[in-house]
């Protein structure tokens, strides 16, 4: 390290200590223009055996603590770094050289886990439905959808998915290890527009260490650092997703896309379903589309599709004009059969055949039709239970329901008619 970093690193420290709380707020603003300041931090992580590395660790932590939002960030910035150092000693087996490292993460992890009286926080989360669009999908693409009973019950319900009440941490063990990393990246994403391009960088960077130390991967990288394998969890894995996709969308095209293809690697050989799911669904967004910013100085943001405003009907959609044509049908037989039992005296309805299949009425009211073979049988009955559904078009329907109309019509004309002529010839005879 350079003396020309190591006073600067000094300088921060010690004008710190002397602010009062009144200008802790002002302070924290001038941070960003002090432009050596965070290489130089950078330098003193990743030197385990510096002699400033506890002090720097401690100071990051009161930052945390002082619970000014632009501190917060400027210690959170570091995160991935920090995460780095903790795991690449914990595979070379030399935990003295981590404690500070490990103290800062500890305090920062058992100070977001409650809330400001004390109380244990409990996180929730809306799971996304697939009928609304989100990062990862379009309704648009997926395709017509059943319009069931059962999808018109949970249209427009949230499903909300609660984490918590976390326990409190003293010391690191190989159990509750990702448990606290996993947490800390999950703050760290939290706050990711906040993020500078180095924070970025070193994110992306780590994420394809942790993934590709110790596999031949590590060869094709080039990367000549420990070549011990970490261990690693697929909730560990998502929320480095997380940060890699915002990356890729925001000036880091390049790392990030290596960092994910690294993540997925990983991801394939231990065969975690949930960072499969989220890195492929990632990838699928990149490819084929360009980004919206391509330079480090564009707005940060991350690309989505529009849903399309022009609306889309699918052909098996219920409709209302489907409902009138289903309930016509049902009740067009039953109107028949009801004609038919009004007639009086007995009178036998001629039936008009629009199918050209010759049929005969019955007392009831059903109609008894010829087959090939000869024999006859009701409309009701059908070969096999199954029910007779006609092929014909709806200008077909249409048009033979105007014939029975008519038909209809023309009975009642040719029964009144008869009626008055029985009862004149009644009164002649009188």
């Known amino acids: 390290m350079l003396a020309m970093d190591q006073g600067v690193v000094e300088e921060w420290l010690s004008e710190y200590k002397t602010l009062p709380d009144s200008a802790v707020s002002a302070y924290a603003a001038s941070l960003k223009d002090k432009g050596a300041l965070v290489p130089a931090l950078y330098k003193v992580i990743r030197e385990n055996y510096s002699e400033l590395l506890e002090p720097v660790c401690h100071q990051l932590f009161e930052f945390y603590r002082s619970g000014e939002p632009q501190l917060q960030r400027f210690t959170l910035q570091f995160l991935p ?128 260490r942790v993934c ?40 880091e095209a390049e790392l990030g896309s290596k960092a994910l293809d690294d993540v997925l690697y990983r991801a394939q050989l231990e065969l975690f379903p949930e960072a499969l799911l989220v890195g492929n669904a990632i990838k699928s967004t990149q490819q084929g589309a360009a980004l919206k910013s391509n330079t480090k100085e564009g707005a940060r943001s991350i690309q989505v599709e529009i849903t399309p405003t022009a609306s889309r009907i699918s052909r098996n959609a219920v409709t209302s004009l489907s409902i009138r044509g ?18 009086p005296g007995g009178v ?21 039709r010829a087959r090939s073979d000869g024999r006859t049988y009701p409309d009701g009955e059908t070969l096999g239970g199954a029910s007779d559904v006609s092929p014909e078009p709806r200008s077909h329907e249409s048009s033979t329901r105007g014939q029975e109309v008519r038909r209809q019509k023309s009975v009642r004309r040719m029964l009144e008619n008869e009626s008055s002529g029985s009862a004149s010839i009644g009164r002649s005879q009188h």
């Open 81 to 208: 770094e920090l995460l780095w150092s903790l795991l690449s000693v914990s595979a070379a087996r030399d935990p003295h050289t981590s404690g500070c490292i490990e103290a800062l993460l500890l305090g920062i992890y058992n100070l977001e886990i409650v809330d400001k009286d004390g109380q244990s926080k409990v996180l929730s989360f809306t799971v996304p439905s697939l009928s609304k669009p989100s990062v990862y999908h379009e309704p648009s693409a997926i395709g017509s959808m059943a319009l069931t009973e059962g999808a018109l019950a949970n249209h427009g319900l949230s499903r909300v998915v609660y984490s918590g009440p976390l326990l409190q941490r003293e010391n690191f063990t190989a159990q509750n290890r990702f448990e606290v990393l996993t947490f800390l990246l999950l703050c760290y994403n939290a706050a990711l527009s906040y993020m500078s391009s180095t924070s970025l960088q070193s994110l992306c960077q780590i994420s394809s």
């Open 212 to 251: 590709i130390c110790g596999y031949p991967r590590q060869q094709i990288r080039r990367y000549k650092g420990i070549s011990t394998r970490m261990t690693v969890t697929s909730e560990f894995l998502v929320q480095l997703l997380t940060g890699i996709h915002y990356a890729l969308c925001n000036g």
């Open 326 to 343: 289903h309930r016509w049908k049902r009740h067009e037989s039953q109107e028949v059969s009801v004609d038919s039992e009004a007639a």
């Open 348 to 368: 036998a309805i001629p039936d008009i055949s629009v199918t050209g299949v010759s049929s005969e009425r019955m007392p009831n009211g059903e109609s008894l």
